[in-house]
C-alpha cells in the first residue's frame, strides 16, 4: 500500500477500517495495486464512506473521480448530490440529484434530497412535489415526513404540515425537530396552548 493510500486513510477519521477494508479487497483483484484507477464503483464506495466520516469535500473528491471514469454512475451522482447539499451548495446539488433521477428515474432517495435543497432556496410548491414523488416510491421514513411538513408550514398549509409532523414523529417518538415543527403548524392554526406544548416537548428532547 502507498504512503499517499496511508495517509488518505489517516485523514477519513471514523471511516478509516472501511477505507482500508475496500483498499485491500481492490488490491487483490488488482494483483497488489491499490485504487484501482478505473473502478468507478471503488470511489463511489470510498466517497460514501468518507460521507458517513462527514468529511463532505473528501466525499466531492471520490464522487467526481467515479463520474469522470463512468458518467452514467447513478449512485455517485446522487452521492455528489447529497455532499453538496450538506455543505449548502443547493443549487448544484440540485442539479446532480436531477442527473441521479435521470439514470435512475426510480431512486426515491434522490427525489427526497432534492427536495430538501429545493425548500433551502425557498421553491417550496416544486419541494413538496419532489417528496411526493418520493413517496410514490415507497419512502416512508421520519425525515421525509418531517421535511413536507416544514415546508408546507411555510406556504401556510398548517393542517397538513401537522398531519405530516405526526407522522415523522409517529416513526420517531423523540425527533425534537418534528416536535418543534408541530408547534409552529399549531402556532398557525391558532392553538396557541398545544403549540407551548409542543415547543417544550422539543426543547426537552433536543436537552438531552
Same mark, same amino acid.
Given at each position: 500500500?502507498?504512503?499517499?493510500?496511508?495517509? *488518505?486513510?489517516?485523514?477519513?477519521?471514523?471511516?478509516? +477500517?472501511? +477505507?482500508?477494508?475496500? +483498499? /485491500?479487497?481492490?488490491?487483490?483483484?488488482?494483483? !497488489?495495486?491499490?485504487?484501482?484507477?478505473?473502478?468507478?464503483?471503488?470511489?463511489?464506495?470510498? !466517497?460514501?464512506?468518507?460521507?458517513?466520516?462527514?468529511n463532505y469535500e473528501g466525499a466531492l473528491d471520490y464522487y467526481h473521480?467515479?463520474?469522470? =471514469? *463512468?458518467?452514467?454512475?447513478?449512485?455517485?451522482?446522487?452521492?455528489?448530490?447529497?455532499? /453538496?447539499?450538506?455543505?449548502?451548495?443547493?443549487?448544484?446539488?440540485?442539479?446532480?440529484?436531477?442527473?441521479?433521477i435521470a439514470l435512475k428515474p426510480d431512486n426515491a432517495?434522490?427525489?427526497?434530497?432534492?427536495?430538501?435543497?429545493?425548500?433551502?432556496?425557498?421553491?417550496?410548491?416544486?419541494?413538496?412535489?419532489?417528496?411526493? *414523488?418520493?413517496?410514490?416510491?415507497?419512502?416512508?421514513?421520519? #425525515?421525509?415526513?418531517?421535511?413536507?411538513?416544514?415546508?408546507?408550514?411555510? /406556504?401556510?398549509?398548517?393542517?397538513?404540515?401537522?398531519?405530516?409532523? #405526526?407522522?415523522? +414523529?409517529?416513526?420517531?417518538?423523540?425527533?425534537?425537530?418534528?416536535?418543534?415543527?408541530?408547534?409552529?403548524? =399549531?402556532?398557525?392554526?391558532?392553538?396557541?396552548?398545544?403549540?407551548?406544548?409542543?415547543?417544550?416537548?422539543?426543547?426537552? =428532547?433536543?436537552? *438531552?
Open positions: 500500500m502507498t504512503e499517499e493510500t496511508n495517509s *488518505k486513510i489517516m485523514q477519513i477519521g471514523d471511516g478509516s +477500517i472501511a +477505507i482500508g477494508q475496500l +483498499i /485491500l479487497e481492490a488490491a487483490n483483484k488488482a494483483g !497488489g495495486t491499490a485504487e484501482p484507477s478505473g473502478d468507478a464503483d471503488f470511489y463511489q464506495r470510498l !466517497g460514501d464512506i468518507t460521507f458517513d466520516a462527514q473521480k467515479a463520474i469522470a =471514469l *463512468k458518467p452514467d454512475h447513478a449512485k455517485a451522482w446522487h452521492g455528489r448530490g447529497v455532499a /453538496l447539499g450538506h455543505l449548502g451548495r443547493y443549487q448544484e446539488a440540485i442539479a446532480n440529484s436531477d442527473k441521479a432517495k434522490a427525489w427526497y434530497n432534492r427536495g430538501v435543497d429545493l425548500s433551502h432556496l425557498g421553491r417550496y410548491q416544486e419541494a413538496v412535489a419532489s417528496l411526493d *414523488k418520493a413517496i410514490a416510491l415507497g419512502q416512508d421514513d421520519a #425525515d421525509l415526513w418531517y421535511g413536507r411538513g416544514v415546508v408546507l408550514s411555510h /406556504l401556510g398549509r398548517y393542517q397538513e404540515a401537522l398531519a405530516n409532523t #405526526d407522522k415523522a +414523529i409517529a416513526r420517531k417518538p423523540d425527533y425534537a425537530h418534528a416536535w418543534n415543527n408541530k408547534g409552529v403548524a =399549531l402556532k398557525g392554526l391558532g392553538r396557541s396552548a398545544e403549540a407551548e406544548q409542543a415547543f417544550q416537548k422539543a426543547k426537552a =428532547l433536543e436537552g *438531552k
